[in-house]
């Protein structure tokens, strides 16, 4: 009895930081992957994975996975209604499995991609208020089989999890273009500013490249307006593909579209921008061919009263310079 009462109070003790978490941050990966330690350590599990549905082929990926060899699920897609996971998802309904291998539901190619040998699961969909985004699972109970505390153990965190992918996805749209899915302008300007405060605080550079598409209005008068938002769609995703991971992409305005770069000195911002001229020239858009002009600004990390509109300013002088002087090219003009 004393057991079972001590197991509840480290379930609602949980509970209760994961709701202070997501109280406390819009860091969705932190709360995924919290959610999935603390499913895999309360239900005794060896492993533990949340998988989210892709919105835009309905395919289900890893997002997180905890166990043996886990960083190879990465490389899997399921279908909708492939494998257990993917009928929990088609169906909405919780299930444990005690025996997987002989569900025909059970999907082999996960253990075979990462030598995990699964024997009993239980599986819950992560529903926010519009739909289910994905599921929770929890492979393998170290001791006996999985029971039903255990799904609702795992639902409840799954609640936790829908709150915090509610939560982002209403962010992510106060702060973002709804054409490209960039960020737009000022979120960027509240972005460079903190990253210009940084630059300051630790003496390091900071670079800015601001880009605007050539000649794109004769794309639109010779194509049409609804093309021409496919080309800055295309062109977004182009952007987002070849940047690093701590660079910060945005939207400034019609055609035109800034990238943050921490860290970066005015050589490698240089590099930055021609790989990125380069990448553009030799791709099509709908079939449309495009270059791109940009502009660089600088900051050393050095002057204290430097102004994050001085920076977008230079950024903007260089750009002109850029379309001035032919375009297709990456100029630096301060």
Request: with cysteine; charged share 30%.
């Amino acid at each position: 009895m004393a057991n079972a009462q001590d197991k509840r109070l480290r379930q609602l003790q949980t509970l209760i930081e994961m709701t202070a978490l997501i109280n406390s941050t819009l860091d969705t990966r932190e709360i995924r992957r919290r959610a999935i330690e603390a499913a895999t350590r309360l239900l005794d599990a060896e492993a533990g994975s949340l998988l989210l549905i892709d919105q835009k082929t309905g395919d289900l990926f890893f997002e997180v996975a905890i166990g043996t060899k886990s960083a190879k699920l990465k490389e899997i897609r399921l279908k909708m209604g492939q494998g257990i996971s993917g009928w929990v998802a088609e169906h909405g309904e919780p299930v444990i499995i005690h025996d997987v291998t002989s569900d025909p539901r059970f999907f082999k190619g996960a253990d075979k991609k990462t030598k995990f040998a699964s024997k009993n699961m239980v599986c819950v969909p992560v529903r926010t208020r519009k739909k289910i985004v994905g599921v929770l699972e929890a492979v393998n109970k170290k001791s006996g089989k999985f029971k039903p505390d255990d799904m609702e153990v795992l639902s409840a965190l799954a609640n936790q999890v829908a709150v915090a992918i509610e939560n982002a996805r209403l962010y992510e749209e106060a702060i973002t273009d709804s054409l490209t899915g960039l960020y737009h302008h000022k979120y960027f300007e509240l972005r460079l500013r903190e990253e210009l405060e940084k630059a300051k605080r630790y003496k390091h550079p900071v670079s800015l490249l601001m880009l605007d598409i050539d000649h794109f209005k004769k794309v639109n008068d010779k194509y049409g307006h609804l093309l021409g938002d496919r080309v800055l769609e295309g062109l977004a995703l182009a952007l987002r593909k070849s940047i690093r991971l701590g660079d910060i992409i945005s939207r400034y305005g019609g055609e035109e579209f800034t990238i943050i770069l921490p860290h970066t000195n005015k050589k490698n911002a240089q590099n930055a921008g021609e790989r990125l001229r380069v990448t553009i020239e030799k791709m099509k858009f709908d079939g449309i061919r495009i270059t791109i002009s940009i502009g660089i600004g600088y900051f050393d990390g050095k002057k204290m009263d430097f102004d994050y509109k001085e920076l977008i300013s230079y950024a903007d002088r260089s750009l002109y310079y850029a379309k001035q002087h032919g375009r297709n090219r990456v100029e630096f003009v301060m």
